[in-house]
T-cell receptor, first 114, second 112 residues
Framework: QKEVEQNSGPLSVPEGAIASLNCTYS??????FFWYRQYSGKSPELIMF????GDKEDGRFTAQLNKASQYVSLLIRDSQPSDSATYLC??????????????FGRGTSLIVHP | DTEVTQTPKHLVMGMTNKKSLKCEQH?????MYWYKQKAKKPPELMFV???????INESVPSRFSPECPNSSLLNLHLHALQPEDSALYLC???????????FGPGTRLLVL
């Protein structure tokens, strides 16, 4: 059973702070990792994906992957109230492993207060 | 362009109705997916099409019937639904299976 764990939150941070969202996964063979942002009542929107160990930066967002420890995180710098949403972590297994479907975590609710 | 479109945005139907949800993408993606999402839960996979062929059916009740008429279009036919089927229905597509998925805006379904 492949599992992806996220703290459901809510994670509350003040405007301008760094928000740190974490995700752990059970399948050591996982290869691709995705962060989606989902506003209430809306569909998931891709924020970032990461395949290699280390950091990947895109604007105010940084994804961090540590395959040895089986976690992936998302940092949001200079958090804005508009960042308030649920952040879904999704993990894809190694291609050819029998499943090409990502496993989603339950999501972390982020609240950025002014 | 990473746009997936879905129609309708909202749908209210009775338990005896027949309706269809439509999903379209023009990115040349060859994998398309239907998900169901309840409030405060992650998306739950229903069906996967790869190169217009049904690849995965996650033991979905037969009152949901998917169809992929061509590489750009995915339908979900609904018949004799139950109130517990009320949810956000999401379509997604990816270049091929195992690649990044892009979601459409969803159809909010209410079954009365």
């Amino acid at each position: 059973q492949k599992e992806v764990e996220q703290n459901s939150g809510p994670l509350s941070v003040p405007e301008g702070a760094i928000a740190s969202l974490n995700c752990t996964y059970s399948d050591r063979g996982s290869q691709s990792f995705f962060w989606y942002r989902q506003y209430s009542g809306k569909s998931p929107e891709l924020i970032m994906f990461i395949y290699s160990n280390g950091d990947k930066e895109d604007g105010r967002f940084t994804a961090q992957l540590n395959k040895a420890s089986q976690y992936v995180s998302l940092l949001i710098r200079d958090s804005q109230p508009s960042d308030s949403a649920t952040y879904l972590c999704a993990v894809l297994p190694l291609s050819g492993g029998g499943s090409y479907i990502p496993t989603f975590g339950r999501g972390t609710s982020l609240i950025v207060h002014p | 362009d990473t746009e997936v479109t879905q129609t309708p945005k909202h749908l209210v139907m009775g338990m005896t109705n027949k309706k269809s949800l439509k999903c379209e993408q023009h990115m040349g993606h060859r994998a398309m997916y239907w998900y169901k999402q309840k409030a405060k839960k992650p998306p739950e996979l229903m069906f996967v099409y790869s190169y217009e062929k049904l690849s995965i059916n996650e033991s979905v009740p037969s009152r949901f019937s998917p169809e992929c008429p061509n590489s750009s279009l995915l339908n979900l036919h609904l018949h004799a639904l139950q109130p517990e089927d009320s949810a956000l229905y999401l379509c997604a597509s990816s270049q091929v299976l195992g690649e990044t998925q892009y979601f459409g805006p969803g159809t909010r379904l209410l079954v009365l």
